[in-house]
């Protein structure tokens, strides 16, 4: 089993909806998470940080459940500047260890 | 530009040359991840380094493939020998200390080409 798992996708939805992707991740001694948008051909870009309490930035919310050892993102109003590759990624003893990414859509 | 800075941004080889890429971390920034990334894959990590020392090189190719952050200058990856699977962009990422809870911040890549 792949320490962090995603849904590769496509996600594919309409311009303005409201979509929410999961990551789940399997050792319980990970320490820190965060969602990461990648363009194609381009570098990864920090989205966000992910925190038991949550984290909200505008139209993007992100919450971690440490219990059932998930991630999610929920993105809200979406454009279609949002279409891009989204990884999650989780942080332990040092290592980042990056999802293979959820790849969204944003269709006009 | 005070960011993480990779050169060159492409690089072509022909099979069994040598491929280096060098990354320079943003400033303050004294370590170093390097990643791969295959066309349609997720990054995969090679290995962090810390100046003057390798910390972790789990995700590296045992042969061929070695990794520098000296004092001075920038950190180099080398690949010797190129074979067409090292066609990849390999992406630099640096942070400032342990990166517990501290987010990384990533170069262009450099996109290695090999015919």
């Known amino acids: 089993r792949k320490e962090v798992e995603q849904d590769p996708g496509p996600f594919n939805v309409p311009e303005g909806a409201t979509v929410a992707f999961n990551c789940t991740y399997s050792n319980s001694a990970s320490q820190s998470f965060f969602w990461y948008r990648q363009d194609c051909r381009k570098e990864p870009k920090l989205l966000m940080s992910?925190?038991?309490s949550g984290n909200e930035d505008g139209r993007f919310t992100a919450q971690l459940n440490r219990a059932s050892q998930y991630i999610s993102l929920l993105i809200r109003d979406s454009k279609l500047s949002d279409s891009a590759t989204y990884l999650c990624?989780?942080?332990?003893?040092?290592?980042?260890?990056f999802g293979k990414g959820t790849r969204l859509h944003i269709l006009p | 530009n005070a960011g993480v800075m990779q050169n060159p941004r492409h690089l072509v080889r022909r099979r069994g040359q040598e491929a280096r890429l060098r990354c320079s971390p943003m400033?303050?920034?004294?370590?170093v991840y390097w990643y791969r990334q295959l066309p349609e894959e997720g990054l995969k990590f090679m290995v962090y380094?810390?100046?003057?020392?390798?910390?972790?090189e789990s995700g590296m190719p045992k042969e061929r493939f070695s990794a520098e952050f000296p004092k001075e200058g920038p950190s180099i990856l080398r690949i010797q020998q190129v074979v067409r699977g090292d066609s990849a962009a390999y992406f630099c990422a640096s942070a400032r200390g342990l990166t517990g809870g501290v987010p990384q911040h990533f170069g262009d890549g450099t996109r290695l080409s090999i015919l």
């Open positions: 380094l810390q100046k003057e020392n390798i910390i972790d």
């Open positions: 400033k303050g920034h004294s370590h």
């Open positions: 992910v925190y038991s």
């Open positions: 990624v989780v942080n332990r003893d040092d290592k980042i260890i």
